[in-house]
């Protein structure tokens, strides 16, 4: 599947985490399930955790078209990447600046801890979801 979500309920946040080698299939396989949990049950603050990724071969083509696309996470509710390795922080980064105009609440950050400090929450408590 290469990625899997949970949802902290009490602070309203959605976790997606990719794992593994990540390709096209993968990165918009976990868009598009963050997007209909979202659609589902309504908006949230949402984290991308990249920490788990051993091999990241996404197209410059699927980040483009991404970044131009709607955010499964709707503006006014921040979203954090977590990307710990200089290679991933450095797409994730460009991806925040390909998209800065349709998702200004859009944060990229080296670890889980500096996300909890941006949603300003201090033990999350997620719960796998399907």
């Known amino acids: 599947m290469g990625f899997f979500m949970e949802f902290?309920?009490?602070n309203n946040i959605l976790r997606v985490t990719l794992e593994g080698p990540v390709t096209d299939a993968t990165l918009s396989g976990a868009y598009a399930a963050?997007?209909?949990?979202?659609v589902?049950?309504?908006?949230?603050?949402g984290i991308v955790d990249l920490s788990k990724v051993t091999k990241f071969e996404v197209s410059t083509t699927l980040i483009?078209?991404?970044?131009e696309g709607a955010s499964a996470?709707?503006?006014?509710?921040?979203?954090?990447f977590v990307a710990p390795t200089n290679f991933l922080y450095g797409m994730a980064r460009m991806?925040?600046?390909?998209?800065q105009e349709n998702r200004p609440d859009l944060r990229v950050v080296r670890t889980m801890?500096?996300?909890?400090?941006?949603?300003r929450v201090?033990?999350?408590e997620f719960v796998a979801v399907s």
Do not use: K
């Not at 996470?73 to 954090?80: A, D, E, K, Q, V």
């Open 8 to 10: 902290d309920s009490t």
């Open 95 to 99: 991806f925040e600046l390909l998209c």
């Open 40 to 45: 589902l049950h309504g908006p949230c603050r």
């Open 122 to 124: 201090e033990s999350p």
């Open 73 to 80: 996470f709707p503006n006014g509710y921040l979203r954090i």
């Open 113 to 119: 801890d500096e996300a909890h400090h941006l949603l």
């Open 64 to 67: 483009q078209e991404q970044a």
């Open 34 to 38: 963050a997007a209909g949990y979202v």
